[in-house]
């Protein structure tokens, strides 16, 4: 079963439900919604039978929609709120209902489970996920090769940018449709997932057709249109944070994807603007801990936007992870000397390889952590 | 020999310097210095010589001073820089010249090494420091316990504000002297040097009677006499980087410090002021590689401040190791429900046993990434 | 003629120009223009024959533009800038510089003259043109009623919002088409010019039949394919600053749409964000001598938006037209406690027709004020 | 009687009461205020009685305090506040409430009053107040001839720093105790009363034997030392706002001052820091109608360094009398391409000269504008 959101009608068989695991089902208007915990072998059976009774009396030609919630997501995230889950903190519950007011799919769930999301076998939400490639599609060498390097290093997903918002109407703004046709290329020779950039409503329909992941980009966070057809399209999106937008905000624009069914939303905080100029943006960490506080969506860090400089990269990745980030987006490029656009902050194969490793190390060590108390708390 | 600066004069032999070490050399005027590379057995002869040479026609009675280079801190430095270390970045050139360009001490040494700050046996500037204790010193119950569980679960520093600045005037402003004096009895029954902060140019040399560290608050971070002050009061300074600060401007605040010949100071980003309002600050964490990348001091980071969120301490700790800061500064509370401010971001002793536990972890862990990796690129 | 840019063809008269006038042709590329001084009584064949000059050899099949220089905006900008045009300030210059670095349309022109954008009637640029009206457009009774209301205090155009873009998917999103053709009706009924928001790309073109100016919002103001579509749309386009965009920025998207052809754009300040929470906004009222130094378009002042705070409306108001504003956008409903949106922020007719009263004396008094120095410096 | 606060004992005459006039008087514990009415011939009679109640009972031998509100300007605030002033605004009740809960003496009168502080004749708080003089006292020639070229223009009050806050501790710091001496002769030959900034708690005193006010710079705002050392002056204080401070914390940084029984409190906007970097800060014009909602204290505008650009001087000056500021402060140089800092946004005396006959006739004119509106609202 995929995971996110899945279209069910009442009286339907829950399929792909397991015993042990929770679920929730949600009414089509999608003002409320009921947890199911499915429990025993016929976890289907029983499953189904609660929601033909949630069902009933429902008159609505809407569908209604189903997710299942990850056990594994629910462990780790009970394992990480750790010693602090007892403590009361009555401001900041204040603020996270502040934040929350207004959402009704994005928030987090009851049973506090994360959502894993599924794009063609990569599972975000679980392990680490890198997200690897050019910032943009300059011509099918640079971008094959990027490729290749990005996924023998270990990157799930190659990035890549076939349309670019730029400032100023008279900069390179894409390869276009010829840029897409060149990422199909690159994935049908690395098997990657391609994650690419569209930005504007009439382009979302033709570009998913290319595309496994839709990226929204920091200016078009609150471009509702955009994100009301991302919705629509069925594919997996990628919404990165508004240079000026809050929490609250950003999680108001994922709901307007979630509204529309689509429940496969990869958050990705990629640094604000504010009075500091060394850094082109401040990359705002904490952003991980407050998503996993205020939602179920896997939280990806944007190192290379968010700083600008290409010697934070890694020093910002590892504290990611270290936060317990579900993923990162990274910019790399064959030859970072001769790209089109952000020369300055994209890694080469090489550093990509090293730092590659040192996250996997890195993200092996911090589930030990987790880990060792779960089993018992040992540490 | 403490580390950081020393008075020198003329014709000393420079006692403490010790084979294949470099040590920089200061003229008065604090408007050049001269590195020293110490080789071979008769190291401190050889450096002697080089001082003398250079002090040459010096007619000032002023002093001058002499800072050793840890060859560690060196050598970590310059792992850290890693594989990027070839790549010519010519923005960030430009960018890092702006903020150095009017630093004298406090900008990168001609080696790249960093320095270490040796406050009463806790050298800062090598392994990882965690300076921990109350917010406000409240009476000597809540802070000798406050301390004994703290140095227990592995804090290098009792931190504990006597003089608090707050908004209002009719708000707690903390203990004064009777705060310093509990102090002292803290540091009695744990060893435990002390850091507290200093808010009145009038006090800084009586507080420095009390205090190892005297803090400077963001509030103050461009209060130019305090800072003079506390340059001349010859105790350690922890400066922590004004809420709408850049690191221009704060790395220029040290060397106010610097400038009066104390370079025993370390830095503190404790999150900015920005729109964002889930947190109450901005945990600025690139500070960690900018600071690397533009000064010689040790960067610690305090996440009770920096996120005024109790959940979001763990997971910015952690980021923050990661990323290579140097230290820590976390509010503890033996009782955090009654504590007289800042009540929702302290810890508790158990919480903090359980991070300091993780930190410790993550540190050997991070460590070890460098190791390997300088013992021949196994990794 | 119409102000801002018009096409014309290689060998035209350019019909239209009279004695004393200048005019800039822009080649069909936009990457440079000429400027044409008209004199005499045969200024149009004098023009012709300038351009048909230039003309020569430029076998592009993409038109040429053609824009009037106003005589009256060029001698006002030179009365304002006064006293201070012989000073010579290098920092300013270095930043108007970087401003308009990428602006080949946007930027000031080689005389310093202000464009006259004229819109069924009313040209901005010119005298003080107040644009108001309701948030939203609710029924047709709250808008024709709000609309005559405005009128009779002296507004120019009608605003109001038939796609509203709200942070939350679950507010109300405006009535679409049929708030549309309540606008069309209140036009019919007052004779004022409609300004209303367009969010869609798709949408721009039918929007444009109903409306007299499309108004892009901040949020969008870096969705640059809707701006490119405002821009082949023919229609006037009133452009907000985005919350968080520079003057560059800012520029840099009216240029996506002159780029397009179309030079009848009106910029439009309406607050920033920043930390101050008291305001909803920060209304940056600098933007009027900024834009008045690096762009040659008008430049509108939003004191509703830009505070959030009713009571701040007139102040703001006024210190817009002291420093020299082109025009003002102001939330009026006819009701102001029973809006759908921005409740507290919409003045009543009554408050709206006495600040309409201060507001024309006011322009009065500063017109006076130029036109007294202007004849002679009595002043 | 002078403006502000006065030390008053239970059972003092109160004097310098006048029929219709009305007085605060506050409790010893600066926790309650009791406003009194003053009416009739005999009004000093009558406004003892009422002391001498409230006083009966009062052990405390801490002094209590008496403030005149200034009828005049309490008629004008009324004034203002116009036809907006039936309608109820929630949202904005709520936010002042908010920025004024701690305030016991900063926040609004009862009565709405606004104070007039009067400094060596200068009444601030009733027409326009326009400090004005150079940067940096640089020498005597400097000083004075500024001073007499400001003073000719209409300046009330020269400044002039002695004392210079700089980012760097090897940029010019100002001339000190010698300044301070050229500034008195300054005032001795034109007769203007001093502003001048104090940076260290140690120099209140003494700076203030040469000072008529003390000026507290935005990056000393929240120097609480110094607020609390300036209070207990009795010299007149002009507070900066900070760079990144909320009229909440700095109203309440103004409250530090009072609370030491000093109402002779000035608060001057400068610009605050934000991400726009055209400018060198953003001047926050909407802190008029901010401080006028929640305080009655005078409040002043800082287009020089609000600004930094000297074409905005005028635009942003002229906008804030429109606006309804009770002054401004200006830098002016005699010679502003030699000056020794902010070289760039020091008007000279010929501009000058022009913007203060345009600043008195546009203060004029709004004065008339409010009225006329007074007389019958025959506007």
Redesign the interface.
Known sequence: MRAGWREVVPGEALRGLHGAESAVVLTPDHCSEVSLVVRGADAAVTAAGVFADIAQGSGSDRPWFLSRQEPGARRRARR?????EN?H????DT?REA?MK?L?LTGTRPDHGRSVVEIAGVRVGEGLVVIAGPCSVENEEQTVRTAVAVKEAGAAMLRGGAFK???????FQGLGLKGLKILEKARRETGLPIVTEV????DVSWVGEYADVLQIGA??M?????L?EAGKSGRAVLLKR???S????WL?CA??IL?EGNGQVLLCERG????????RN?????M???VH?TSHLPILIDPSH???????V???S???????ADGLEIEVHID??RAMSDK?QQL?P??FA?LM??LR??RA??DG?DGDEGAGGK?
Chains 1, 2, 3, 4 share one sequence.
Do not use: C, W
């Open positions: 990480r709120s750790g010693a602090l403590r903190d009555s401001r900041t603020r934040v207004d009704k918002p730029r400032t100023s109407p008279y900069a930005i504007d409503t009439r200016r078009n609150q471009n509702f249109s955009l009301r508004g240079m000026h809050t929490l609250e905000e108001n709901e307007y509204a604000i603007r504010t009075f500091e100029t060394y850094t401040t990359l705002d960490l904490s991980i801990p407050a506080a968010g700083t600008g400089v290409l010697g934070m890694e020093p910002m590892l504290a990611a992870v270290a936060a317990g970072p000397q300055e080469d090489p550093a090293r490793d040192r190390r890195l060590f911090m952590l540490a």
